[in-house]
Structure formats: C-alpha cells, structure tokens
C-alpha cells in the first residue's frame, strides 16, 4: 500500500485509536487536537502534532475529521481563522468521519467541490473497541472514484462500504444508530424482566447465546450492563444526539418511526438524569429509575 499524508482533526476516544492505525499502516500523519495533551501518544507512535488544523491540512493528500457534532465540523474545516480546508491543496479530499445530519453532510460536500477538494461522508460503528482493533464498520457516501483512491486508508481503520452519493454515509450511521439505541433499550428490558422474575441475568445472557435473539449488542452491552461497567465506549450524549437527529432526518422524510421515538426518549431522560458521559449500555439505569430499582 501507498504512503499518504494524511491529516488528523480530533483525536480523542474513537480518533486517537483511529490515527494510531493509520500510523501503523505506515503512513505520515499530522495530528491536531483542541486539548493538545491528548496527542502525546500518538506523537510516541510516530504522529507529528500540528498547533492548528490548517498546519494539519497543510501537504496531506487525505484530511480526517473525527470531532463530536456538525456545527463543530463546520467551524473547523471551514469557518474559523486557522480552519483546515483552505490548507488543503487542489485535489486532496475531506473525509468526514464524524456523525454529522446528512443536509451538512451534502453541504460540506458541496463546499469541498467549488474548491477543487474530493469529500466523503464516511461515519463509523464499532465504539472504541472497534476503533483500537481497526475493524470499524465505515459507511461512506461521495464520489465512487473518490472512494475507490481513499479505499486503502480507510481499509487501515475497518471495512470501508461505499452506499452511495454524499450524505448517503451519514444516512446509514443514522440508520446503524436507530438499530443500536433500540437493540440497547430492549436488551435493558429484556434483562431486567429476567432479574425481577427471579432469573440470574448473566446466565440468561449465556442461555441466549447463539439463538435468534443472540446479537453484538447483547454479547456486548449486555455484559456491560450484567456487570454495571458504564466507561463509555460510546457516550450516551452522543448516542442521544444520533436519534435525535436520526427523527429529524425521519419528518423531513416524511415518516413516522414509533420505536426510534421511544428510544429517543429513554436517551433524552437519561441524558437529563446526569448519566450523558457514561456509555450509551447505562440505559439500564434509566430504566431501573422508572422501576423505583
């Protein structure tokens, strides 16, 4: 595989992993992060750390950003003073790996195209665990030729799928995120109906186990939830902000989708309850919380 010089925005729980793996690829990057404490390890694994996202856009061919919401992206590639974007050189391309609402998205691309830059909308699933083994799922959205040149970095992450035209890629996560908060919310019920009704819940977990109600989530998740182990993988704020825009994305679809409602609302009061930082399993604890448990 070619080398590239590829610059990093955002390095944290899921990005700092991610750029560890393309360093391990053997390919440059250039890091940046707003809290530049957490790119000392990535610079011992051979990073170098850049004092603005221009200086990373700055002679990479591929541009990454992995930041928490769309206006954020927004300000960072294009908006602020030392914005990344107008670092890039005609040609290198924007890949957006934050969940970002698919209308930015297709803006974004947009803005890339007027300025000579491919752009992809490629967001992930896996949590943190994914993003340290490098087996993401990456659902990517742009050009086909734009994705074929940028197949072989995104491989160093996970399994790159190509679904379509721009924003197609956000329009997938959301699609991902609808199945993952109602996958949560009925693992939570279904191991909480166990435990009242006298069963112990990690051997209805394993008594599961390779039937149709088997699931990651359930493998997963459900251990965390059995063993009260709540350090976030996937924040619930993150979690709650994807359904909520996953619905809006719905109305302006027309649709009315009844179960990603409800779970919306279960990661709303959980959100509310203070319990946003912890990982999106601690449903449980809302749901313990309706119970009087």
Not at 158 to 176: D, E, F, I, S, Y
Request: glycine share 12%.
């Amino acid at each position: 595989m070619m080398s590239e010089t590829i610059g990093f925005i955002g390095t944290g729980l899921m990005g700092g992993p991610m750029a560890k793996n393309l360093l391990a690829a053997g390919h440059r990057v250039r890091v940046w992060n707003r809290s530049p404490e957490k790119l000392q390890d990535l610079v011992q694994a051979g990073g170098e750390a850049c004092t603005s996202p221009r200086d990373a856009a700055e002679g990479a061919s591929l541009l990454i950003c992995m930041l928490s919401d769309g206006p954020t992206c927004d300000a960072v590639m294009f908006d602020d003073d030392n914005a990344a974007c107008p670092g890039l050189a005609s040609g290198a391309t924007l890949i957006m790996m934050s969940s970002i609402p698919v209308e930015t998205a297709i803006a974004q691309a947009e803005r890339c195209a007027a300025g000579g830059l491919g752009y992809l909308d490629a967001p992930v699933s896996g949590g943190q665990r994914g993003a340290i083994e490098g087996s993401l799922a990456i659902m990517a959205g742009g050009e086909a030729s734009v994705f074929e040149a940028a197949r072989p970095v995104l491989s160093a992450m996970g399994r790159p799928v190509h679904v379509g035209p721009a924003g197609t890629g956000q329009q997938t996560k959301l699609a991902n995120q609808m199945i993952v908060a109602g996958t949560i919310a009925t693992v939570a019920e279904a191991l909480l109906f166990a435990e009242r009704g006298g069963a112990d819940p990690a051997r209805v977990r394993d008594a599961l186990a390779g039937g149709f109600a088997d699931s990651t989530i359930l493998n997963q998740h459900g251990l965390r939830m059995i063993e009260e182990n709540f350090t976030p993988g996937g924040p619930s704020k993150y979690q709650w902000k994807d359904t909520r825009t996953a619905l809006a994305r719905a109305r302006a679809l027309g649709l009315d989708l009844p179960v990603a409602s409800v779970a919306d609302a279960l990661y709303a009061d959980l959100v509310e309850h203070g319990d946003g930082d912890l990982d999106h399993s601690a449903l449980i604890l809302e749901l313990r919380r309706r119970n009087a448990l």
